[in-house]
């Protein structure tokens, strides 16, 4: 599992984006440039990473569950994801 830090680190992330996307959006129009840079570095959406809602894993993040490919797998087999079933053929 993350770290707690680098869990909350990039929730604080996806809050300063929301915070500033109007007017990131409004600056961008604009052509402001120089108003851009004033902006905090983490107000830019590049900045985020995705990552597993229950591990904090940063690869393998399916994006439909939201969540990393080894706790996917875990809860599909235990059949706690509705409409997921193992493949037989």
Sequence with gaps: MAREAVKARE??????????AAKRAEL???????????LPKNASPIRLHNRCKLTGRPRGYMRKFGISRVTFRELALAGKIPGVTKASW
């Design 28 to 38: 961008k129009a604009k052509g402001d440039y120089e108003g851009l840079d004033k």
């Design 11 to 20: 929730l604080k992330r996806q809050k300063a984006v929301a915070k500033y």
